[in-house]
Each structure stands twice: as C-alpha cells, then as structure tokens.
C-alpha cells in the first residue's frame, strides 16, 4: 500500500534535483551593467586559463575548444 506512493514522491525528490537555482534577470540598468562586468570577467578568466592548459588534453577540450579566441587560432595555424 505504502510502495505506490513512495514511487512519486521518489520521481518528484528527482525533478526537484535536476532543476537549476532560479537567477532574476536584472531589472535596473545598475544591474544590468554589473551583469555585463560578472559574464566579461568570467569570460577573460576562462580565456586566460585556457591559455595555459595543454590543447591536447581533455581538460582544453572539454573547457577550451569552443571559445572562438581559439577556433580563429586553429584557423590561423592550418592555413599558413
């Protein structure tokens, strides 16, 4: 009796998990721009990690290969 209610609440507990924390988009143009600042910022620091890994490690591959700072860099080499 107690088993086909326990399978809901069971697939329920696993929704709930598989669901991202809720981020408000900003609503003044403070935010706005501190938004800007935080994806630029984050952006430059991948950048500058990337630069320093190994391109042929699974890391870059899986961090770096899609960034098109380095797709160009590909691009350059091939082509000279």
């Known amino acids: 009796m107690t088993m086909p209610k326990v399978i809901p609440l069971g697939a329920l507990a696993l929704l709930l998990a598989a669901c991202g924390a809720y981020e408000a988009n900003p609503t003044s143009p403070y935010q706005w721009e501190q ?41 350059q080499e091939g082509g000279s």
């Open 35 to 75: 938004r800007q600042a935080r994806i630029e910022r984050d952006y430059q620091e991948t950048l500058a990690r990337c630069r320093t890994l190994d391109r042929a490690s699974e890391r870059f591959q899986r961090e770096c290969a899609g960034l098109r700072e380095f797709r160009a860099d590909d691009t």
